[in-house]
Protein backbone atom coordinates (compact mmCIF):
# COMPACT_ATOMS: atom_id res chain seq x y z
CA UNK A 1 0.00 0.00 0.00
CA UNK A 2 2.87 2.39 0.41
CA UNK A 3 3.98 2.08 -3.07
CA UNK A 4 0.52 2.89 -4.64
CA UNK A 5 0.78 6.23 -2.00
CA UNK A 6 4.50 6.83 -3.18
CA UNK A 7 2.87 6.30 -6.59
CA UNK A 8 -0.18 8.37 -5.93
CA UNK A 9 2.19 11.32 -4.74
CA UNK A 10 4.14 11.21 -8.24
CA UNK A 11 1.41 11.08 -10.72
CA UNK A 12 -0.06 13.93 -8.76
CA UNK A 13 3.01 15.95 -8.01
CA UNK A 14 3.97 16.05 -11.95
CA UNK A 15 0.31 16.76 -13.45
CA UNK A 16 -1.84 18.64 -10.75
CA UNK A 17 -4.61 19.56 -10.95
CA UNK A 18 -6.31 15.56 -11.59
CA UNK A 19 -9.85 14.99 -10.55
CA UNK A 20 -9.72 11.57 -8.88
CA UNK A 21 -10.75 9.53 -11.60
CA UNK A 22 -7.64 10.65 -13.78
CA UNK A 23 -5.58 9.84 -10.74
CA UNK A 24 -7.05 6.14 -10.85
CA UNK A 25 -6.51 6.14 -14.82
CA UNK A 26 -3.05 7.27 -14.04
CA UNK A 27 -1.81 4.74 -11.61
CA UNK A 28 -3.54 2.03 -14.19
CA UNK A 29 -1.03 3.24 -17.04
CA UNK A 30 1.94 2.79 -14.69
CA UNK A 31 0.55 -0.70 -13.49
CA UNK A 32 0.48 0.61 -9.74
CA UNK A 33 -2.92 -0.68 -9.36
CA UNK A 34 -5.76 -2.77 -11.52
CA UNK A 35 -8.65 -1.67 -13.89
CA UNK A 36 -11.26 -2.19 -11.70
CA UNK A 37 -14.05 -0.15 -9.77
CA UNK A 38 -13.01 -1.47 -6.49
CA UNK A 39 -9.31 -0.34 -6.99
CA UNK A 40 -10.53 3.10 -7.83
CA UNK A 41 -13.30 3.26 -4.96
CA UNK A 42 -11.36 1.19 -2.26
CA UNK A 43 -7.87 2.06 -3.09
CA UNK A 44 -7.83 5.43 -4.92
CA UNK A 45 -10.71 7.26 -3.87
CA UNK A 46 -9.98 6.12 0.05
CA UNK A 47 -5.80 6.59 -0.11
CA UNK A 48 -6.56 10.39 -2.08
CA UNK A 49 -9.01 10.92 1.13
CA UNK A 50 -6.40 9.83 3.93
CA UNK A 51 -3.44 11.77 2.18
CA UNK A 52 -5.31 14.99 1.56
CA UNK A 53 -6.66 14.81 5.69
CA UNK A 54 -3.06 13.70 6.92
CA UNK A 55 -1.95 16.69 4.67
CA UNK A 56 0.54 14.35 2.73
CA UNK A 57 -1.55 16.09 -0.65
CA UNK A 58 -2.47 19.44 -0.79
CA UNK A 59 -5.85 19.48 -2.04
CA UNK A 60 -5.66 22.25 -4.38
CA UNK A 61 -3.89 18.91 -6.64
CA UNK A 62 -7.12 16.85 -6.81
CA UNK A 63 -10.01 19.18 -9.07
CA UNK A 64 -13.52 18.92 -8.12
CA UNK A 65 -15.70 21.76 -9.85
CA UNK A 66 -19.13 19.73 -9.18
CA UNK A 67 -19.35 21.39 -5.96
CA UNK A 68 -19.57 25.14 -5.27
CA UNK A 69 -20.78 28.27 -3.80
CA UNK A 70 -23.04 30.35 -5.50
CA UNK A 71 -23.02 34.28 -3.51
CA UNK A 72 -22.60 38.09 -4.78
CA UNK A 73 -19.46 39.68 -5.09
CA UNK A 74 -19.56 41.92 -2.26
CA UNK A 75 -17.15 45.02 -0.66
CA UNK A 76 -15.84 46.60 2.93
CA UNK A 77 -15.41 49.80 1.21
CA UNK A 78 -15.76 51.99 -1.96
CA UNK A 79 -11.64 51.62 -1.62
CA UNK A 80 -11.86 47.97 -1.14
CA UNK A 81 -13.87 47.29 -4.74
CA UNK A 82 -11.01 49.33 -6.37
CA UNK A 83 -8.27 47.95 -4.90
CA UNK A 84 -10.14 44.60 -5.48
CA UNK A 85 -10.34 45.68 -9.01
CA UNK A 86 -7.41 46.89 -9.78
CA UNK A 87 -6.13 43.72 -9.34
CA UNK A 88 -8.40 41.22 -10.84
CA UNK A 89 -9.07 43.72 -14.17
CA UNK A 90 -8.77 41.87 -17.32
CA UNK A 91 -9.21 43.45 -20.84
CA UNK A 92 -11.63 41.59 -23.11
CA UNK A 93 -8.91 39.38 -25.32
CA UNK A 94 -11.43 38.13 -27.93
CA UNK A 95 -12.80 41.55 -28.75
CA UNK A 96 -9.63 42.34 -30.69
CA UNK A 97 -9.54 39.42 -32.75
CA UNK A 98 -10.42 38.21 -35.69
CA UNK A 99 -12.16 34.93 -34.26
CA UNK A 100 -14.22 33.24 -31.93
CA UNK A 101 -13.38 30.64 -29.97
CA UNK A 102 -14.75 28.13 -27.16
CA UNK A 103 -13.77 24.94 -25.66
CA UNK A 104 -16.31 22.54 -24.77
CA UNK A 105 -16.46 19.77 -22.31
CA UNK A 106 -18.53 16.97 -21.69
CA UNK A 107 -17.48 16.18 -17.96
CA UNK A 108 -17.98 18.64 -14.92
CA UNK A 109 -15.74 17.33 -12.83
CA UNK A 110 -12.58 18.05 -15.15
CA UNK A 111 -13.60 21.82 -15.58
CA UNK A 112 -11.06 22.40 -13.17
CA UNK A 113 -8.44 20.35 -15.03
CA UNK A 114 -8.86 22.55 -18.35
CA UNK A 115 -9.71 25.66 -16.62
CA UNK A 116 -6.10 27.17 -16.27
CA UNK A 117 -5.74 27.34 -19.53
CA UNK A 118 -8.85 28.49 -20.76
CA UNK A 119 -9.06 31.26 -17.87
CA UNK A 120 -5.11 32.32 -19.29
CA UNK A 121 -6.99 32.94 -22.46
CA UNK A 122 -10.36 34.54 -22.18
CA UNK A 123 -12.05 31.41 -23.22
CA UNK A 124 -15.72 29.95 -22.50
CA UNK A 125 -15.65 26.55 -20.90
CA UNK A 126 -18.57 24.91 -22.06
CA UNK A 127 -19.80 22.26 -19.72
CA UNK A 128 -22.51 19.84 -21.32
CA UNK A 129 -22.67 17.55 -17.71
CA UNK A 130 -24.28 14.70 -20.62
CA UNK A 131 -26.17 16.08 -22.61
CA UNK A 132 -27.12 19.93 -23.00
CA UNK A 133 -30.28 21.01 -21.99
CA UNK A 134 -32.37 22.86 -25.18
CA UNK A 135 -31.90 26.16 -23.15
CA UNK A 136 -28.51 25.94 -22.52
CA UNK A 137 -27.83 24.98 -26.51
CA UNK A 138 -30.05 27.90 -27.51
CA UNK A 139 -28.43 30.42 -25.10
CA UNK A 140 -24.63 29.18 -26.13
CA UNK A 141 -25.92 29.77 -30.12
CA UNK A 142 -26.88 32.82 -28.71
CA UNK A 143 -24.06 34.31 -27.54
CA UNK A 144 -21.89 32.66 -30.53
CA UNK A 145 -24.11 34.43 -32.91
CA UNK A 146 -23.78 37.87 -31.46
CA UNK A 147 -19.76 37.50 -31.61
CA UNK A 148 -20.58 38.28 -35.57
CA UNK A 149 -16.99 37.04 -36.41
CA UNK A 150 -15.62 33.13 -37.57
CA UNK A 151 -16.28 31.06 -34.53
CA UNK A 152 -14.18 27.71 -33.68
CA UNK A 153 -16.01 25.09 -31.04
CA UNK A 154 -13.63 22.31 -29.91
CA UNK A 155 -15.12 19.41 -27.42
CA UNK A 156 -13.86 17.13 -25.72
CA UNK A 157 -15.82 14.30 -24.37
CA UNK A 158 -15.88 10.16 -23.94
CA UNK A 159 -15.00 7.80 -26.63
CA UNK A 160 -18.31 5.85 -26.67
CA UNK A 161 -21.45 5.58 -27.39
CA UNK A 162 -23.50 8.24 -25.44
CA UNK A 163 -20.09 10.40 -26.03
CA UNK A 164 -19.64 10.02 -29.83
CA UNK A 165 -23.75 11.07 -29.68
CA UNK A 166 -23.50 14.39 -27.53
CA UNK A 167 -20.66 15.43 -29.61
CA UNK A 168 -23.11 15.16 -32.55
CA UNK A 169 -26.34 16.56 -30.61
CA UNK A 170 -24.22 19.65 -29.53
CA UNK A 171 -23.43 20.68 -32.56
CA UNK A 172 -26.59 20.01 -34.25
CA UNK A 173 -28.11 22.14 -31.53
CA UNK A 174 -25.69 25.15 -32.27
CA UNK A 175 -26.23 25.13 -35.67
CA UNK A 176 -30.16 25.22 -35.20
CA UNK A 177 -30.48 28.03 -32.71
CA UNK A 178 -27.49 30.12 -35.04
CA UNK A 179 -28.56 29.63 -38.59
CA UNK A 180 -26.51 32.85 -39.66
CA UNK A 181 -23.04 31.90 -37.58
CA UNK A 182 -19.69 31.25 -39.07
CA UNK A 183 -19.21 27.64 -37.20
CA UNK A 184 -16.31 25.26 -36.90
CA UNK A 185 -17.00 22.34 -34.91
CA UNK A 186 -14.30 20.21 -33.75
CA UNK A 187 -14.17 17.09 -31.43
CA UNK A 188 -10.62 16.92 -30.40
CA UNK A 189 -11.15 14.36 -27.77
CA UNK A 190 -11.07 10.94 -27.17
CA UNK A 191 -10.56 9.84 -30.92
CA UNK A 192 -9.59 6.02 -31.70
CA UNK A 193 -6.14 7.84 -32.87
CA UNK A 194 -5.33 9.04 -29.24
CA UNK A 195 -6.44 5.85 -27.65
CA UNK A 196 -4.01 3.94 -29.95
CA UNK A 197 -0.97 6.10 -29.87
CA UNK A 198 -1.49 7.14 -25.80
CA UNK A 199 -2.31 3.50 -25.49
CA UNK A 200 -5.03 5.17 -23.11
CA UNK A 201 -7.39 2.57 -20.64
CA UNK A 202 -10.40 1.07 -21.81
CA UNK A 203 -13.78 -0.07 -20.08
CA UNK A 204 -16.27 -2.19 -21.59
CA UNK A 205 -19.29 -0.60 -23.45
CA UNK A 206 -22.31 -0.33 -21.15
CA UNK A 207 -25.13 -2.77 -22.85
CA UNK A 208 -27.55 -0.95 -21.34
CA UNK A 209 -26.67 2.32 -23.39
CA UNK A 210 -28.99 2.25 -26.05
CA UNK A 211 -26.82 3.63 -28.95
CA UNK A 212 -24.20 0.51 -27.90
CA UNK A 213 -25.78 -1.47 -30.98
CA UNK A 214 -23.99 0.75 -33.53
CA UNK A 215 -20.59 1.11 -31.50
CA UNK A 216 -18.27 -1.68 -32.07
CA UNK A 217 -15.16 -2.26 -29.23
CA UNK A 218 -14.17 -1.21 -25.48
CA UNK A 219 -14.61 2.55 -24.57
CA UNK A 220 -12.65 5.54 -23.34
CA UNK A 221 -13.17 7.97 -20.91
CA UNK A 222 -11.41 11.16 -21.32
CA UNK A 223 -10.27 11.34 -17.95
CA UNK A 224 -8.11 8.19 -19.26
CA UNK A 225 -5.84 11.13 -21.29
CA UNK A 226 -3.30 12.53 -19.13
CA UNK A 227 -4.24 16.12 -17.58
CA UNK A 228 -0.75 17.64 -19.00
CA UNK A 229 -1.50 16.25 -22.24
CA UNK A 230 -5.56 17.29 -22.18
CA UNK A 231 -4.46 20.51 -20.92
CA UNK A 232 -2.06 20.47 -23.86
CA UNK A 233 -4.76 19.70 -26.51
CA UNK A 234 -6.97 22.73 -25.00
CA UNK A 235 -4.04 25.17 -25.37
CA UNK A 236 -3.22 23.89 -28.65
CA UNK A 237 -6.62 25.03 -30.22
CA UNK A 238 -7.22 28.04 -28.17
CA UNK A 239 -3.20 29.49 -29.27
CA UNK A 240 -3.87 28.39 -33.43
CA UNK A 241 -6.53 31.60 -33.46
CA UNK A 242 -4.34 34.19 -31.60
CA UNK A 243 -3.40 37.14 -33.17
CA UNK A 244 0.00 37.55 -31.26
CA UNK A 245 0.20 41.48 -32.09
CA UNK A 246 -3.51 42.34 -31.15
CA UNK A 247 -2.90 40.63 -28.15
CA UNK A 248 0.18 42.42 -27.30
CA UNK A 249 -1.96 45.45 -27.97
CA UNK A 250 -4.68 44.41 -25.63
CA UNK A 251 -2.48 43.40 -23.23
CA UNK A 252 -0.89 47.12 -23.26
CA UNK A 253 -3.57 48.77 -22.72
CA UNK A 254 -4.82 46.30 -20.06
CA UNK A 255 -2.04 47.63 -18.18
CA UNK A 256 -2.66 51.38 -18.85
CA UNK A 257 -6.03 50.92 -17.69
CA UNK A 258 -4.98 48.99 -14.56
CA UNK A 259 -2.82 51.80 -13.31
CA UNK A 260 -5.74 54.44 -13.74
CA UNK A 261 -7.84 52.00 -11.18
CA UNK A 262 -4.82 52.15 -9.03
CA UNK A 263 -4.18 56.13 -9.59
CA UNK A 264 -8.18 56.18 -8.57
CA UNK A 265 -7.50 54.09 -5.17
CA UNK A 266 -4.50 55.95 -4.38
CA UNK A 267 -6.92 59.43 -4.72
CA UNK A 268 -9.51 58.41 -2.70
CA UNK A 269 -6.91 57.16 0.00
CA UNK A 270 -5.62 61.01 0.12
CA UNK A 271 -9.26 62.53 0.56
Same mark, same amino acid.
Given at each position: ????? #? ?18 ? %? ?17 ? /? ?17 ? &? ?13 ? #? ?36 ? !?? !? ?21 ? #????? %? ?45 ? %?? !? ?11 ? &? ?7 ? #???? /? &? ?34 ? !??? /???? %? ?5
Amino acid at each position: METIR #EAIYRVTQAQHPMTVRQVFY %QLVSIGAIEKTEAEYKQTV /VRLLTLMRRSRELPFGWIA &DNTRWMRKPRTYSSL #EHMLALTAETYRRALWSDQDVYTEIWLEKDALAGVLYQ !ET !EHYDVPLMVTRGYSSLSYLYEAA #EAIGA %QAKPAFLYYFGDFDPSGLDITRSVERGIREFAPGADIYFERVAVTRE %QI !ETLNLPTRPTKKT &DSRSKNFTG #ESVE /V &DAIPPTVLRGLVKECIEKHIDRRALARTRRIEVAER !ETL /VAIQ %QQMQGW
